[in-house]
């Protein structure tokens, strides 16, 4: 213990004469928490600190980034159900002068067929108007060939055009957008015999 003391005695008097020397006076300050580097327990204990740091850095970005995808699927979940929502409101507010059409020839007194026809022939043109704007087209297949997916066969009948050609439509198809929304029913031909 006691060679200890000198030497630490020794030490300090040789830091106090660099201090009072010119050129310690311009040097900046030596930072006390910097680890000597003879120390490697203070070397280590400062990578670790530093670790730290970056770990709780790291962490706090991720919990930002976690919350910030979770607001993106609320929000998306939220879009989607409000779109499935008013999906047909377009298609409705298309529909609302049919249907006036529709209402205002009932409520007409004393009409003449005439007058009915030529009523019955505008409110189709604003329907068909409405079917267009929403991507409703007809399906009217009379002598295609029969196609599974968009036509529904009733019947077959011997016929003399080619085989599986529909020769009757008995009700349209629809179709919205290339995807079916209701299948043309049709009787197809067989051939003879």
Do not use: C
């Amino acid at each position: 213990m006691q060679d200890k003391q000198p030497h630490d005695a020794e030490i300090t008097q040789s830091l106090a004469a660099e201090s009072s020397t010119p050129e310690a006076a311009d040097r900046p300050a030596e930072d006390t928490a910097a680890p000597a580097q003879d120390d490697p327990l203070a070397v280590l204990q400062a990578a670790l600190r530093e670790a730290e740091l970056k770990a709780a850095e790291h962490h706090d970005a991720w919990l930002r980034a976690k919350a910030e995808a979770e607001n993106v699927r609320r929000r998306a979940q939220e879009d989607i159900a409000k779109a499935s929502r008013f999906a047909a409101d377009k298609f409705a507010s298309a529909l609302l002068p049919v249907r006036d059409s529709l209402e205002a020839a009932l409520a007409t007194e004393n009409q003449t067929l005439e007058s009915l026809k030529e009523g019955v022939e505008l409110t189709l043109k604003q329907l068909s108007a409405a079917f267009e704007g929403a991507g409703v087209t007809e399906e009217h297949p009379l002598n295609q060939k029969f196609d599974p997916n968009r036509h529904q066969a009733i019947s077959a009948v011997p016929s003399d055009a080619e085989p599986n050609t529909v020769v009757n439509v008995l009700q349209k198809g629809y179709m919205i957008h290339e995807r079916v929304l209701r299948p043309a029913m049709v009787m197809v031909s067989q051939s003879k015999g």
